[in-house]
């Protein structure tokens, strides 16, 4: 075993213990902080990861319901070109077919355009959740380097 020189010996005695207690408690104090809010930050993701998949789904739910609607549509639509023809033609009866075709296709228009409603507002809520995942994800990372450093 080799032999420390004196002076080595005496600098690695604390002038202060007191002192350096202190800054042990103030690190572990920040480290526990920054823990902490880590923590915070990926519940914080947790949640809105699962409210991102929730809107995602409903997005999709929509836009299958939107195109169940637009195929509903295309048999009355063309019904009712056929029936504005015979009614340009002048036959007898078609009055009454093409209205009853425009109330069915007005009816379908009116729940397309409540869906695509649906679907813009859901659109919206799933880009500001985006956001927010992106936003506290940064923050997680800053943590991180502050824990690192």
Same mark, same amino acid.
């Not at 015979?86 to 296709?105: F, H, M």
């Given at each position: 075993?080799?032999? %420390? ?18 800054? =042990? ?8 902080? %920054? ?18 998949? =929730? ?24 019904? =009712? ?44 809520? =799933? ?8 936003? %506290?994800?940064?923050? %997680? ?9």
């Amino acid at each position: 075993m080799q032999a %420390l020189a004196p002076h080595t010996l005496v600098s690695s005695i604390p002038t202060d213990p007191a002192a350096e207690i202190r800054a =042990l408690r103030t690190e572990l104090q920040e480290a526990t902080a %920054l823990l902490v809010r880590a923590q915070v930050a990926v519940g914080q993701m947790e949640m809105t990861k699962r409210r991102i998949y =929730l809107l995602q789904a409903r997005v999709e739910e929509i836009r299958r319901a939107l195109a169940v609607e637009m195929v509903r549509k295309e048999k009355p639509a063309a019904a =009712l070109q056929s029936a504005e023809q015979n009614v340009a033609a002048g036959l007898l009866g078609a009055e009454s077919a093409v209205s009853q075709l425009r109330a069915e296709v007005s009816a379908i228009e009116k729940h397309e355009w409540s869906l695509r409603t649906q679907e813009f507002e859901l659109s919206t809520q =799933l880009a500001t959740e985006e956001q927010r995942w992106f936003a %506290l994800s940064s923050r %997680l990372e800053e943590l991180d380097r502050a824990v690192s450093s």
